[in-house]
Structures are given as C-alpha cells and as structure tokens.
C-alpha cells in the first residue's frame, strides 16, 4: 500500500516534469547510456512508455526491475560465465530448444563440482558448493527463486529467439557481470513489441497470448 | 495497468531435476505408444506427456485397428489416472466396517495366509475378472493351475455374452466374430450401436464413415437401423425402422426367409426358417411386409453387405436366437470372410458365457461357504449385477473378498481388503483385442499412489512361501509379460525387436487375415428353429424398459469423470443425471409431462428419475441410460441419477443384466429432479443449419438444393417440457421472413464471398480453415472431450449447466427436423467459426478479439475486461464466459496442458483452432525452412474424430484437404448467405438416398 501510494505521488510530479522536459529538450535528444540500452529500454532513439521505471511502483517487485532475490545457493554468474568461460547453454540447455530455457538439474551442477570444492584462490571448501553437495546426497533438488518472471497469460518461446540470433542480454542484460542476478528488463509488453517491431518480427496478439 | 493487474499471482520456485532424464526436456512433450485399456476394442493411443505427466492422449494413426481414432471415452482416460478419488493405498477393513491403509507387504500377506488356511480346509480361490487377453490372461490360468482349488471366472456384458454364444452357436467351438466396416454397400443392424459402444466402435465408425461418402460412381453406402428406440446409431441410418420391441427374432426370422427364398440357398439358413410365414412373424412386429421385402432385396443387390444384431435386440431369452439369426443371413448372402469375418482360435465360453458367475454367487451363497478367497478385478458386480442377484449377500458369505480397483467402487466398498490398480498410463500391459494384433502398453509415467499392475499383484502374491511359490523365478510383471513376448515371437534378435514392440505400441504384422468363407456348423439352424418354436417370440403388451449404454459412460465405469458427466449424452443434450424417454403417447397415458420425475415399477424393483419426451420411440418403451446412479465410485458419481441395471429382473434361463425387459409402470412421483438439457431447441427454422443432399441430385451436377428445413411449416417436434419454446407452441419468424441474403441460402457448393464496405484483412501466408463432412461425423463426441481435454476447459457443474454456463468450445448440434425415419437430418460439431467477417470482432470495446492476418478470429485474454458483447453478438453462440474461476480437483489439475493458459473468472473464451498447436507446427516448419505442410497441424477435435470427418489446413493452399472441402459441391457455410460471417468452417452436406425415402411404409 505504502508503495503504490508512493507511486501515485511520484506518478503526478515526474509526469509534469516528463511533459516539461519533453516539450522543452524533445525526448529523441536524450542519450540513453549504455545499460539502458543493453537493457532494451530505448528503441529507435525513443523511450518505450511501458518501460519507464516509475512504473515499477504499482507491480509487485517480483515483476519490477532490480528485483535480486536471494538465491537457496549462492551462484555467481560473474564467475562461472566472464570468469570460468562457461557458455550460457552449458547449464542452460533447453534454449534452444524447448520453449524454456530450463535451469540445470543438480546432475550438471555436480558434474563439475564432484571435483571442484572450492573458490580458486580461497581456502577451504566452499560453503556454497557443499550445500549442492548436501542436496545431491540427500536427492533433494535445489529450489531457486524464478527472477525474469512473465505473467501466465503469455506464451514466450525461448528456442525462437535464440534462433533469431536474440541474445540472452537483450532480455536478461549482461548476466556474466553479475554476482547475484537482478532483473534488468521490463519484459512488459511495450518492451517485447518494440523489439519485434524492429526486426520485422509478428505483432499480432496470438503470436503471443492464447 | 491492466496487464500488471493480470499478474498479481506470484510465480513459484524453479524446481529442476536433480537427475534429468535422458528423454526429458523442459517444455517439450515426450510421447508414448500404448493402447487404450477403457474397453476391450484395444484401439492404440499415443499418450503426450509434459516433465514426467501424461496430460493427452492421441489415437495412434499406425494402429491397425483405430488408425489415429479415438472415442470420447479414450479421451478422458487420463480424468481415470488423475481421479481425485482413486484409491491411494491398500486398505483393509477393519472390526467396525472402516478401512484402514495397510503396506502392500501386509496385504500381501494376509491374502495369502487367508489362501493357505483355505487351502488345508478344502476351500477356494476364485477370481472374478473382466475378461482378460494377453499376458495377464496366461498368468492367471498358470497361477490358477498350480494353486490347488483355484479358478478364475469372467464376467460378460450382456452383449458380449451374447455374441460368443452365438457365434459358436452358429460356427462351432471356439468361433467369434469379427467385423469389417469398410466392405458393405448395405447395413442393417438390429439393436447394434456400432457407432457408440458397441464392439470396437472406433474401428466400425472410421470404416464406416469411409462408406459414407460417394465413391469413384457416385455411389454411398446404405444404413438400415431396426431399433425400438432412436439411439445415436439410428439417427445415423438412412433408414430407421421402430419395431415393436421384442420382436427382432420374428424380424430376423423374416428377413432370412425372404433372402433364403429368394436366392433359393439351402443349408443351415434355409433350416433355420423352414415353415416360416413371413406375414405371420412381422405380424405385431410394427413393421410391413412390404418395408422388409425393400430391405431384403436392397442386401441381396449390394455387392457386399453386412447384417447385425446387438444390445437391446439381443438381450433376454431369444438373444442368442436373435444373434445366431444375424449370423445365418450373413451366411446366406455370402459376407463370411469378407465384412463379417470368423475366427475360430478362441477359448469356447459356454452357452451363456455368465453361466460361470451365476454358479459361483450359488456356490457362494450356499451353507457350505465353498470359497475362502475371492478375488474381483475389472468388475464392478454389486453395480452391473441386478439387485435380485443377491451380490452383496453372496459376497458376505464368501471368506476373504479381495477387491483390485482404481476406486472405491460399490463392490471394492464391500470387500475385505482392497488393492489400488494402477492405470494403463502407470503400468506395462499387453492384450490381443483380434486375432495377429498383438497391443503392447508401456508405462508412460511413474505410479502416482501407491498402487500396482494386476499382473505385478499377482506376480508378488505367488512369491509368498505361504503358498508354497507357484512361480519360481518371475520378478515382475513386465518380466513376465516379455517372457510371453519372447516365447511368441522367438529369442533370436528379441532384444533389438523389443524395443521396436514397445516404440511402436505392439505388433501386428502376423494379424491373421479371416477371409475363409465358413460355412455354419451342421445342426446350427436347429437350436434356432428349436428355440423359436417353444416359446412365441411375440410382441409382450405393455411397457418394456430398454437399457443402454452411452457414449461417454459405457454402462458406468466411467462416472467419475468430470468431463463424462458433462459433456452431452448427443441424443437429448442432457448432462449430469439419468433420464427416462417416455413417448408421447405412453406419458399421456401415465398422466406424466417432460421434466416430471417418475417411478418405473419393474419386476426387479423400482427407481425414480426424470421424465423426457420422445418421440422416436416405440410408445411401448421406455428408455434409460446405463452407466449412472452410482452409491460409491467418487465426488462427481455418487448421488448422481439412477441404474436401470439394478431393477433389471433376473431370468434363469438368459442370467445376468437385461437390456430389454417388459412388465414395466410407470407412476408419477411427487419428488423433484431437474433434467438438464443442453440444446435449446430441436428445430433450426429452415435456416439451413444441417443440410443433406440426396445422391440423385448430387449425381445430376454440381450444388444443387440441399434437402432443408421448410420455413415456417417446419415444426420441432416433441419436447421435454424443462426447455424450449415448442413446449408453448411458439414459433418464431422463420429466417426466410427477412430478405437480406444475398444469393439462394441454402444452395450447396462453393459461392463467392460477397464484396463489404471495410477493408479485409489480407491473408498473407496462411489463412487457417476447415471442412466438416456431416456424411462422415457420427455424433460420437468424441471431439468434445477431445477439446476439453487439449485446451482446459473447465467442467462447471450441473447447475450452472442449467443455467446455460456450460463452457464447451465444441459441441454437437442435433435437430429433429427431418423425415419421420430419419428424424436427425445430421450431426454437427459447431465451433467457433472464424469467421472473416465475424459479429463478435466489431463490438468488442478493448479489441480483445480480432482477426488475425493467419485468418484467425483471435481471443487475448488478457485484453478481455468481460463485457460479453461478442457473446451476444455471436450468429453461432460458440462463445463461452468464465463467471467463476473453476476449480480442477487436485490432482485434475495435473492433466491440465501447459501450452494452454486457464482462464481466469471475468474472461470471454472460445475455440482457437488449437492454436497452441498451429504456434507448433510453425515451429517445426520454421526450423525446417519451409512453409507448414498440409496435415502437419491438426487441433485436437480433428486428430480424435473416428471419422476423419474434420480437416483442418491452410485455405490458401489451394491442395490442401481444407481447401478441397471448401471447393466441394456439397460444401455451404452456416448462416453465411444470411448474414454474410464469411465463416472460415465450410460443412460438407450430409449425402443421403432418396428412393428410400419415397418408399415410406
């Protein structure tokens, strides 16, 4: 409640100095800077309305931007990805084919990590990698908490864009540079029709909800 | 903020696998080959399953006998596995009458402590089963065989029963009968639903529905249905011919003596009816000399033909006579080894296959208390058995009743230990539902209770030392049932072939061709003129009761689910509850109207259940439903409607359940019972709905009429009185009172879509449409139940059934508006239409439909604030409104399919054309760099149809099996000449004979 009564607040300044500014410096001279467009938020030197941050006021934070869950383990993607090399498919290997992208099954995780006990540089075996250790002696999957959510009523198919040659940051943003995974992207439906608009992709509705 | 507002609920956690299996990706659906274990057809299915859950089941178009068909009761075989009501683990029943969750360990034990102490007192081991095939049928004859005193008896339908006896009646020891639909010009079936239940239906109805459209000479085949009642088989006939019932063996009888004169055949068919009077046995049958003498002729000019005799012609003492007829007129016109096809490699039954349960509940019954185990499998007794068979009481004599179910039915209710059967989704099974085809069924996913195979419960149950081990070294069923495989078809090889069994659902390259012309046995006729001549085969005065079962309950097994009791009986519409079909005449004359409740005083008891009136019925019967009025079974059957099976009055002679029996009353009640009817009317007012083209005018060019409704003069017929206008005698301005249309509206053929004043929508690529031959489509249902089960449709009750909230997507229209023996013009599935100038798309205020550039008339949910103007608007009334959110029982909800979204309460919905589906088949032509084939997507409604009567493809390619429809003489689009909806649904016109028709007896 504190939230959206914040939102409403903010939503009545920030339109007047949205309406000012655009009116006085035209939107199209803005510059958007480099995260911002890695994160999709600008299409064709425009903001997309739909993507504007204030608008992650009114939506739970499991759908608004920034939101960093804690995780049941602590992966860092910086490592294992910009660090370690790792390909995006390695662990993620449905994306291809499958309209998921399918978090790994503990199997894959173990497979390194039968061997690998510890950070490279610390001492010690890592805490992080005996919970994995744990579960896969007790047979228990790891429960990890979903990030880049979308709403049931649509059917997003990970295969077709990566086909298209998508990259996983044109949604996710530059996941090998983070420790712990935030979202980054809007992943509303401005922010998706903007994109397919671009490249000459479908718009029509039951391309995407049925 | 609407969109954000639709996603209030919270995702949950990701939860991999901890070891994915190999075949398993995320998201994509992994599918088995098996074969469909609800009847003993033995049709194969291909079961699609989603991260380790059977959430669909498909016909397998490789499968020799159901070729990708599947009837509605297949389809709901996984509401069967994820019934929230099956038993979860063995139960044993305690002192005061509960029961209490035991190990399988223990019950294991103490049924074969219960046999030893049985066996060191003389007693026996019986098991009282379905009749069994394949492996487990060998298993329990060997299991049987080496435990002393054990046996093992089978419980016949009473048709089933029937026909074996009659079969080796006619053609010796061992003999059944097989038929082969695709052959005969000319049908005449006695009773026989063969496009419901009866025999292997989906077999009967794809050969059948072939035959139904003109051939290379213009030429279709020719049905004669002889039936006391208008069931869903005789609303398909050309013909329908209401006898008087009990009176198909004099019918029979006749007809033979007619065709035995006639081509002067001697023999076993000539003795059968030698000193016969025609005119004497048609005497009280209802039907005229000159009428049989028609059909008579009509099978003996066709070049191949088939006559049958089934259900209701064949229940009670003359049945086996009446069966046993049928035969001998296939004998005499020469269809053995062509449509009627004879084996005789089968274990003989005795003359009244139930001969062997009836001794067993006296053996039961008797002081002596013989039996020290039973053990009840794949029968419901305390339910298909009449009351006057006394089950319960036997049973309560019997020493230890070991009940094997998936539910708590009303005969596991009584029994002493009860073990939880897993499903054909759970468990590997075989069975040889004909002679050479061979069905393998492998598990398509874990057990999700704690239940077992029948074969896995016996195969432990004779590793006890109790029993001294009759079995040394078999370690599971599916051992034991690879064993059989690899004695049958050799070990050379048998790993690599296995594998192929098992991929491809079994083996039928062996399937035995029966194509011997058999001639009967010697003495065949003499039983039959015997058995007519010692008791009169007469017309019985007053009212009899007729039985039978339906398309989606079968005769009960199938009440538990949801979808089964919801989706429409396709004769009167009703849903949820029994009903009995009163004819006009006989209401008045019991002072009863539609709707009203009433007893039905039989000699075996009396029940009570709602009135409805028709009339295409003979006035002296009154019909019933099987299949409902369940004490036990689960939440969706119990309470629900009543079971005619129960009153049946039990004969020495013929025992077991009667289909047809006679000193019937019917007296009005004072309770109340709503019957819930789905059809709000039965006429279609001359607007051309259903149309049937005669094959004179057919032959004579292209278009033509169709045989329509007459305007204004046409009036529905009766009525049950709970819904529509005809009851009050209203009629409504018929639609050729308005004179808008733009061309005749009810010529047959192709037309140009007229030009409009807004701009169409081009369809660039694909423009999605579909044929419907109503010459092909039965009324089966089976679509229906396919469609709820693809797109989770919700089931919502029966009250808001009567209310009109059904949410079917699909559904069967049937009108009463054509000649008086052919009172169901045709059967339509009516769906969304997809229309190109659709009512509902302009009046939708937040563009939540529209038509798509694929030709779509598509629905986004999410845009959809429910205002139901389309629904109001809609020319076919085929969209539905959520005004609930509805629940799935867990675990339902596991069938549910994850490309399909379930809609939320406040949100309109309606058929996609399997949207989901088409979104596929893109991608697979997408990654194949090519255009989707034709074929290549088929939503659920058409995969199911036994029919192949829905085609399904891209209209823009002018090849494919749509487009063809679409261009066919006999093609028109409903409504379309009225209003101009340019549906996107051509109907292909049902072809019927005419030279029949002038020749109304």
Redesign the interface.
Known sequence: MKRFLLGIGLLGVSLTVAILTARAVGIAAEEPSQEELEAGLWRDGKAVFSDWKL?DL???E??ARGYRPEQPVHYSHRLHVEQLKIECQYCH??VN????A???????CMGCHKVVKQVTGATGESPEIKKLQE??DA????????VN?L???V?F?H??HV?AGVGCQNCHGQVQKMEVVERVSSL??GFCVSCHRENGASI????C?? | MAAAGCAQELPEKIIPYVVQPDEVVPGVATWYAGSCGECSSGCGVLVRTREGRAVKVEGNPAHPISRGGLCSIGQSAVQGLYDPDRIREPLRREVGGTFKPVSWKEALEAIAEAMAAGGAAGKETVFLTNPLSGSVRKLVDEFTSKVPKASHVEYYSPDEAVQHAAAEQVFGPGAKVYYDFSLPKMIVSFGAGFLETWGSPVEYTKAYAAGRIPDAEGKVSRFVHVEPRLSLTAANADYWVCNAPGTEPAILQALLKLIVDAKGVGGEPAQAVRGVVVAKALAESGVSEAKLREIAEQLMKARNSVVLAGGAAVSGAHGTVAASLALLINVALRNIGTSVLVDRGQRTVPANANEPVQALLKRMGSDAQPVGVLFISGVNPQFVLPRQAGFASALGKAGLVVSMATNLDETARLANIVLPLSTNFEAWNDSEPQPGVFNLNQPSMQPLYRTQSFGDTIVQLAASEKINKPFEDIVSFEDYLKRTWRERTGAAGFDSRWLRYVEAGGEWSSRKRLDDALQPRSGAAAVVSTALQSTSAKAVAGLHLLAFPTVHLGDGAYANRPWMQEIPDPMTTAVWGSWVEVHPDAARAAGVQGGDVVKIVTQGGAIETPVYINQHLHPQVVAMPLGQGHEALGRYAAGVGVNPYAVAPLSESAWGPQLLFGSVDLVRSISKEELVILQGHDSQKGRGITRTVATAALAAGAGGHGDHGHGKGDHGHGKNGAHGADAHGHEGPSLEDFHLQHHDPLALGPHPEPKQMYRQMPHVEYRWGMSIDLAKCTGCSACVTACYAENNVPVVGKDLCSEGREMSWIRIERYFDGPEHRPVKAFQPMLCQHCGNAPCEPVCPVYATYHSDEGLNTMVYNRCVGTRYCSNNCSYKVRRFNWFDYEWAQPLNWQLNPDVNVRGVGVMEKCTFCIQRIREGQQVAKDAGRPVQDGEVVPACAATCPADAIVFGNLNDLNSGAAEGHRSPRSYKVLDAHINTQPAIAYLAKVVHEDGEAKVS
Not at chain 1, 139 to 146: A, D, F, L, Q, S
């Open positions: 608008l009114f939506i739970p499991q759908y290997s449905g084919k499958s309209s998921y399918t978090v790994p099954s503990l199997e894959t579960a896969w047979g228990k999957p790891i429960e990890w908490v979903p959510n709403p049931e009523h059917q198919n295969q077709r086909k509303k439906m029509d509705c039951g391309v909800h049925y």
